[in-house]
Nanobody, 117 residues
Framework: QVQLVESGGGLVQPGGSLRLSCAASGSVFSIYTMGWYRQAPGKQRELVADITRGGSTNYPDSVKGRFTISRDNAKNTVYLQMNSLKHEDTAVYYC???????????WGRGTKVTVSS
């Protein structure tokens, strides 16, 4: 079992930056992939970024070049640096952790990001 707690969301102007944090606790040794997803009202949850234990990262085209995912293994924490924020980035951002074996999927409760002038 893994518990995930997100922080760092808030209100930011277009073009601004935010850094989200996700602290993992519990059976963190078994985590293979951690990532960020987001969900806007009326839309499906979508992948923002993820990172494997080996350091491989994945981004959709919508955020590539603007967002960067990183991790601090000593603190069991993953970060999402968001730059050049746009109105369409407004959503609740959720931290995700996956076990490779046995398969498992864990979610945080989310942190709200609002991009508005």
């Amino acid at each position: 079992q893994v518990q995930l707690v997100e922080s760092g969301g808030g209100l930011v102007q277009p073009g601004g930056s935010l850094r989200l944090s996700c602290a993992a606790s519990g059976s963190v040794f078994s985590i293979y992939t951690m990532g960020w997803y987001r969900q806007a009202p009326g839309k499906q949850r979508e992948l923002v970024a993820d990172i494997t234990r080996g350091g491989s990262t994945n981004y959709p085209d919508s955020v590539k070049g603007r967002f960067t995912i990183s991790r601090d293994n000593a603190k069991n924490t993953v970060y999402l640096q968001m730059n050049s924020l746009k109105h369409e980035d407004t959503a609740v951002y959720y931290c995700n952790a996956k076990y490779f074996e046995p398969s498992a999927n864990y979610w945080g409760r989310g942190t709200k990001v609002t991009v508005s002038s």
